[in-house]
């Protein structure tokens, strides 16, 4: 399991916030995106970063600067220095779950791709021998 020095957790209103937030702190800073959470659809959204005291501070206040103006959109935003080893086994072990779980779904959408190509394949060979038969 990585250490940090530090986590960054934001809080944003709307999912594409959350995204435009991410975006903003990963190139303000040498951050490490760790997790997310999506509550209420995608209307309530948790970033959780990881990275030296120095980066994730940078990171954290680069997501406030994005919504001067735009307030009501940043919930929360906090860093968390020297976190304790169980607060990180819950953010890595749930983040570690996450990816597993998509790469499960990933390996049966490939699956079923594959079976589509081989049924598209074979569909045209049956075209082609009703064809051949009524030629001759």
């Known amino acids: ?9 934001v809080e944003a209103k709307h999912f594409t916030t959350a995204l435009e937030l991410l975006d903003n702190m990963c190139k303000a800073s040498g951050v490490t995106f760790l997790s997310s959470e999506k509550k209420l659809g995608g209307r309530l959204v948790t970033i959780i970063v990881g990275g030296s005291i120095g980066d994730v501070k940078t990171a954290v206040e680069a ?50 791709i594959k079976e589509e190509v081989v049924q598209a394949e ?11 038969v009524n030629e001759n």
């Open 122 to 132: 074979e569909k045209p060979k049956k075209n082609r021998t009703r064809r051949n």
């Open 63 to 112: 997501a406030k600067l994005s919504c001067q103006g735009r307030e009501q959109l940043l919930k929360g935003a906090i860093v968390i220095s020297k976190p304790h080893e169980e607060i990180m086994k819950f953010i890595i072990g749930n983040h570690e779950e996450n990816e597993k779980l998509e790469n499960e779904k990933e390996v049966a959408q490939q699956e079923v």
């Open 1 to 9: 399991m990585n250490n940090y020095d530090a986590i960054g957790i």
